[in-house]
């Protein structure tokens, strides 16, 4: 069982930056492949980034490549979204979730209560 923790989110102007963090409880969190997803009002939730296990890897959906990076700490439990050169389109709730599988795909068993961020023009 993994619990997650979202925190970072908040009103932000166009071309801003916000870092979101997802903290995870439990000692296995270094077992689990990590993801942020995001859900527009009236829009499906959506894929944005996935970084592996140890780290060494990245999968990130298109409309964000070159804007947003994902990290993580596993000494710390904790895994980070950094989000640049915000737009308006990237308004959205923001979800942390965690998958024992290898694949980006999934599926990803646990998620977070989310975190808002709003991007103004």
């Known amino acids: 069982q993994v619990q997650l923790v979202e925190s970072g989110g908040g009103l932000v102007q166009a071309g801003g930056s916000l870092r979101l963090s997802c903290a995870a409880s439990g000692r296995t969190f270094s077992t689990y492949t990590m993801g942020w997803f995001r859900q527009a009002p009236g829009k499906e939730r959506e894929f944005v980034l996935a970084?592996?296990?140890?780290?060494?890897?990245?999968n990130g959906a298109a409309s964000v490549k070159g804007r947003f990076t994902i990290s993580r700490d596993n000494a710390k439990n904790t895994v980070f979204l950094q989000m640049n050169s915000l737009k308006p389109e990237d308004t959205a709730v923001y979800y942390c979730?965690?998958?024992?599988?290898?694949?980006?795909?999934?599926?990803?068993?646990?998620w977070g209560q989310g975190t808002q961020v709003t991007v103004s023009s």
């Open positions: 970084i592996s296990r140890s780290g060494g890897s990245t």
């Open positions: 979730a965690a998958t024992s599988a290898i694949v980006w795909s999934g599926p990803y068993d646990y």
